[in-house]
């Protein structure tokens, strides 16, 4: 899973009903559903010019989605 600059969690969801990327706001709730084709393993955005590209691993392939927010990476925040 992943977040973005203003709290929203972007979490691979492997049901086999409904799985795909589910927002979430910073309360729990649903925004958004992003259906992938296989059962996804994980999630991330992109850095620099690729910041508001989320990449999405599923089964054997690599996908990616460009969305219009960018991409928070605690690990290299100031």
Do not use: K, W
């Amino acid at each position: 899973m992943t977040a973005d600059p203003e709290g929203r969690i972007y979490a691979a969801v492997r049901s086999a009903d409904r799985f795909g990327i589910v927002v979430f706001d910073s309360d729990g709730r649903e925004l958004a559903y992003l259906p992938t084709p296989e059962l996804p393993t994980n999630c991330c955005f992109g850095r620099g010019q690729q910041a508001s590209t989320l990449y999405i691993t599923a089964g054997t392939g690599l996908y990616r989605i460009g969305l219009r927010v960018t991409g928070h990476h605690s690990a290299t925040a100031d």
